[in-house]
């Protein structure tokens, strides 16, 4: 007769399995705040290159951005597709914003769309152009 020492008990696996799905039910909500957290980051600083950009340009010339400056993060697959904005009454001469692109992760994010313009305010829109709930949890970086 063999002893069967070395094998699983089925009361050990479920106990593994148990442990795996919390860890799982924590660790997955906490994963998806931090890259959404993360792709917001890149947006907001796209923005401010994007603005750098603009300022260092002729004075009321606001054309399209060149490559690089028109997505975010600059590098691989865009998440936000940034443009530069006409000088309109509130502006201060010109703003960039950051819309999310339509298939990517940040479609439907409660921020939406980043927008920056020339006097430093700094603005969020949802999808349907109203103001996103809270701008400065969107733009907060810690």
């Given at each position: 007769m063999k002893s069967h020492?070395?094998?699983f008990m089925l009361l050990e696996l479920v106990i593994a399995l148990?442990?795996?799905?919390?860890?799982?039910?924590?660790a997955v909500?906490?994963?998806?705040?931090?890259?959404?957290?993360s792709y917001r980051?890149?947006?907001a600083s796209a923005l401010y290159r994007a603005?750098?950009?603009?300022?260092?340009?002729?004075?009321?010339d606001v054309g399209p951005l060149p490559a690089g400056?028109?997505?975010?993060?600059?590098?691989?697959?865009?998440?936000?597709r940034l443009q530069a904005l006409p000088a309109d009454e509130t502006n201060g001469g010109y703003a960039v914003e950051a819309r999310p692109t339509e298939p990517g992760p940040m479609r439907d994010d409660?921020?939406?769309?980043?927008?920056?313009?020339?006097?430093?305010?700094?603005?969020?829109?949802?999808a349907d152009g109203t103001v996103?709930?809270?701008p400065d949890a969107c733009w907060n970086t810690r």
């Amino acid at each position: 007769m063999k002893s069967h020492g070395s094998a699983f008990m089925l009361l050990e696996l479920v106990i593994a399995l148990a442990i795996a799905a919390i860890l799982t039910v924590f660790a997955v909500p906490s994963y998806r705040s931090h890259v959404a957290r993360s792709y917001r980051l890149d947006a907001a600083s796209a923005l401010y290159r994007a603005a750098q950009f603009i300022e260092a340009g002729a004075p009321g010339d606001v054309g399209p951005l060149p490559a690089g400056l028109d997505q975010a993060p600059p590098f691989g697959t865009p998440v936000y597709r940034l443009q530069a904005l006409p000088a309109d009454e509130t502006n201060g001469g010109y703003a960039v914003e950051a819309r999310p692109t339509e298939p990517g992760p940040m479609r439907d994010d409660a921020c939406g769309t980043f927008v920056l313009d020339a006097t430093g305010l700094r603005t969020n829109r949802a999808a349907d152009g109203t103001v996103a709930t809270d701008p400065d949890a969107c733009w907060n970086t810690r």
